[in-house]
Structures are given as structure tokens and as C-alpha cells.
């Protein structure tokens, strides 16, 4: 079986200033030659105004970051694209105009930190994540009632904030930027969107109880099972809390018609997926050993391992 070779997190960091570079540039082109993007992205905001700055101290500091590998240009492309995202974010939420320039210059910022990061440190420095109740540790002996009470308040916890707190938010700021998907609106969405949200959330307290009942643990790092489960969901994919989670939170979005709730559910699917994953995967290799090892082999991540 041939290993897939897969770009250095360094040069995947260059490549993403040189198209910003690219893009900040060819912006800046519509700007001027288009009076919709320039009312989408700015509202009443001067171009006259912005130009230069923003083709020196993010389009122009965003290449020489790219072609240079420049720790100081990319320090200053991200610094100024914070800077333009908190101030212009405020501008579209008082105004309501502006609305994809803001959406725009968040995913901008989000990618300039992960890509200064990397270049900065030669690799993306996720270890950042697992900190306070993220940090792996394992779970204290301790009765099965009890791990299940931990789990199930951490469950509520963390359903409250992902699919409640967040959404509302995320409905919100789309409201304020103007910037509804009308078509999401629909009583089949709706629909579709709840009974995606009831088997997704079936699926992550039974996984909950699982987890607890047979691992003798708790979903959250800090207090991770202390046995390899490989029972009730987890004999079908490896980490059913997290296709319960992207599917409850995609699900959601469709429920409520929010798009930027579908996009975020989406994301955070990858992030866990590229990010969180490999860190989990790597601690359980470590404490079970062959039998973790056997296991990834019979049973899938994402994708249901179905067993005749």
C-alpha cells in the first residue's frame, strides 16, 4: 500500500499568504470596477481611504510572507487583518452593511493566526488546544453511576453552548449582516433539520453511556476512559461523539435556516478531524497499544463499519 506524501504545514502556510496575496490584490480590482462588491464588502466605508494600507499591510505583506517565509510580513499581514475584521465586523453589525466583507475578512484572520503559527514554529502548534478540561487525562477510579452523572452533565454543557448558545448567535450576526439564506426557511428544512438533530443526538447518549458504562470515562480528555471501549456505537465508528457532534450542529443550522450554522458544523468536522483527531488517536495507541491498533484497522473514523 503506497502512504500518501501530503504538503509540509509550512509550505500549505506559504501557499495560503500567496493566495491571499492573490486575492487581496484581485479584490481591490473588483473594488474599483464594481459598485456591488464595493457596497457587499465595504458599505460606506472610503476605498480611497483603505487602499494603500491595506495593499501594502496585507496583500503586500501577505507575499513577501509567501515568497520569503517572512516571520515579521506575516506577524504584520495577520495584525492588520485582525485589525480591519474586529473594526469592520463592529461597522456591519451597528450597520448592517458590509456584511460578506466582514464574513470575508473573519476567514481571512482565522487563516492568517493558523498560517503565522506554522510558519513561526514550522508546524501548527496544536498541543495549544489540549489545555484545562481539554488536556488528556485519565479518568479516576470510580463507579459506573458515577462516570455516568460526569458524562451526562458534561453532555448538557456542552449541547447548551454548541447547539443552543452558538446558533442563536451565528442566527443573529446573520440577521444583522443581511445575510439570511431564505431558502433554508422552508417547513421541509425544518423538518429535515429536527430528525437529523434527534438521531444525531440518539447517537452522541448512547455513545455518552457507552463511554462511561464500559470505558469508565467521561467524553471530555480530562477525564478520558480508562478502558478501550470498542462496545454499543464504538463497534461501528471510532469516534461516535464526534459524527454525533457535526451531524447535531449541521443539523441544527437546516433546523433553524442558518448557513453560517451549516458552515461552522461543517468546519469544525475538519478541525476535529485534522486537528483534535490525530492527538486522540495518538493517546489511545499509546495506553492499548496492539489492541487500539486492531481495532483502527477494523473500524472507521467517519463512516460506519457494518459487520455481517
Not at 457596497?39 to 494600507?53: D, E, F, H, I, Q
Request: charged share 10%; aromatic share 12%.
Amino acid at each position: 500500500m503506497s502512504s500518501q506524501v501530503r504538503p509540509s504545514p509550512v509550505l500549505l502556510a506559504r501557499m495560503f499568504f500567496g493566495l491571499q496575496a492573490i486575492a487581496g490584490t484581485g479584490w481591490w480590482v473588483a473594488v474599483f470596477l464594481s459598485g456591488d462588491v464595493r457596497r457587499l464588502t465595504l458599505g460606506a466605508w472610503s476605498p480611497l481611504l483603505l487602499v494603500g494600507p491595506d495593499l501594502a499591510l496585507f496583500a503586500g505583506a501577505s507575499g513577501i510572507a509567501a515568497f520569503r517565509m517572512s516571520k515579521t510580513a506575516a506577524v504584520t499581514a495577520t495584525a492588520w487583518t485582525v485589525l480591519v475584521t474586529v473594526a469592520l465586523g463592529v461597522y456591519a453589525l451597528v450597520s448592517r452593511l458590509a456584511g460578506w466583507g466582514a464574513v470575508l475578512m473573519v476567514i481571512a484572520s482565522l487563516g492568517s493566526v493558523a498560517a503565522t503559527a506554522t510558519i513561526w514554529h514550522g508546524y501548527l502548534p496544536t498541543r495549544w488546544f489540549f489545555v484545562g478540561p481539554f488536556r488528556f487525562r485519565v479518568a479516576a477510579a470510580a463507579s459506573g453511576q458515577r462516570h455516568l452523572f460526569r458524562s451526562v452533565t458534561q453532555l448538557i454543557v456542552f449541547w447548551t453552548t454548541f447547539f443552543l448558545v452558538i446558533p442563536v448567535v451565528l442566527r443573529t450576526v446573520e440577521y444583522r449582516l443581511r445575510l439570511e439564506w431564505p431558502a433554508l426557511n422552508g417547513a421541509l428544512w425544518n423538518l429535515v433539520g429536527a430528525c437529523g438533530f434527534a438521531l444525531g443526538s440518539a447517537l452522541g447518549l448512547w455513545s455518552c453511556v457507552t463511554m462511561a458504562l464500559v470505558g469508565h470515562g467521561t467524553p471530555l480528555p480530562a477525564h478520558t476512559a480508562r478502558e478501550l471501549v470498542a462496545a454499543g456505537p464504538y463497534r461501528f465508528v471510532r469516534n461516535p461523539m464526534a459524527l454525533a457532534g457535526a451531524v447535531q450542529t449541521v443539523a441544527v443550522g437546516v433546523w433553524i435556516g442558518s448557513w453560517m450554522v451549516v458552515i461552522v458544523g461543517s468546519a469544525g468536522a475538519v478541525v476535529w478531524n485534522e486537528i483534535i483527531r490525530p492527538v486522540e488517536e495518538a493517546d489511545l495507541l499509546e495506553r492499548f497499544g496492539e489492541s487500539y491498533a486492531q481495532y483502527a484497522l477494523r473500524v472507521r473514523c467517519w463512516l460506519p463499519t457494518l459487520r455481517s
